[in-house]
C-alpha cells in the first residue's frame, strides 16, 4: 500500500487493512457510512443499518441524479470485513460523518476504485474526494495509515 497525495494505492489487498485504513478516518465522534443509490447490495442489509436517508447529492463532480440515498452504517469493524468478503467490492463511496450531523457536514468523502492507474500499471485506490477541512487528511490521517503500513510491512 503506498499513499500518493489524496490517493491510497494497492488499497484492498486483504480485507483486514482495508477495513483498518476506512477506520482510520474516524475519530470516536465519527460514523463511517456507505452511500447506496444504485441497486445492486441487498437492500434488507441496507435498510436494517440505515442512519440517513437522503435525496441531497453530495458528489459534484457526478451528474446529479434525483434520487433517494440511503447512508448506512455497518454495525461494527468486523462486519465490516465479513461484507466486504460477500458483498461489497469497489467502486463505491463512503463518507466519514461526525453523529448527528446532516450528509453535507461530513469530514471526508472516500472513492475507492478498482480500476485506477498508478505507475502505468491498474490498482485498486482509494481516493479522497472531498475534505471538510483542506490539509486535514495530510495531517490527522496520513500519519495513521504511515504507521498502519509500516506495520503491515514488518
Known sequence: MIIQDDMIVHFNENV?????????????EDDLLFGEW?????????????????TQWIFDWLPE?????????PRSKEELKQYFLKNLYPPYYCVVLPRGKEITEYKYILYAYEHAEFNNEECTAL????????GSFKRDVKPILEKLIKKQSN
Do not use: N
Open 16 to 28: 483486514e487493512l482495508e477495513a483498518e485504513v476506512l477506520y482510520s478516518f474516524l475519530s470516536d
Open 38 to 54: 444504485i441497486s445492486g447490495l441487498p437492500l434488507e442489509f441496507i435498510e436494517e443499518r440505515t442512519v440517513l436517508l437522503s
Open 65 to 73: 441524479q434525483q434520487t433517494k440515498i440511503y447512508w448506512y452504517k
Open 127 to 134: 481516493f479522497v474526494m472531498k475534505e471538510s477541512i483542506l
